[in-house]
């Protein structure tokens, strides 16, 4: 999944906003690992990445950390979930 938040807010609000784009990163194998120890935790899985370019040339790319996000959910069989998408998205980020 892929949202070009420039276009959308061109489209619906006729406004000028820099390139700023919301990819859709959820790995299934660790949503369905979160989903089965917490079923709400559907609203704070970390499976967004954003993409901005705020200046030309100069792009920023972030992703929540998964363990600040979960934490808020009290339920102690979400930390190694949490712990193990972290790792994965601070590789990612890392190689870029």
Do not use: H
Not at 7 to 23: E, G, Q, S
Request: aromatic share 6%.
């Amino acid at each position: 999944m892929e949202i070009d938040i420039k276009a959308t807010l061109k489209k619906k609000l006729d406004v000028d906003f820099y390139n700023y784009r919301i990819l859709g990163a959820c790995n299934a194998p660790f949503a369905y690992k979160a989903l089965k120890a917490e079923d709400k935790i559907g609203t704070m899985l970390p499976c967004n990445v954003i993409v901005q370019e705020k200046e030309p040339g100069i792009i920023e790319v972030s992703a929540i950390n998964p363990i600040v996000s979960m934490q808020a959910v009290v339920n102690e069989s979400l930390a190694p979930v949490a712990l193990e998408i972290g790792d994965k998205l601070k590789k990612v980020l890392e190689n870029l």
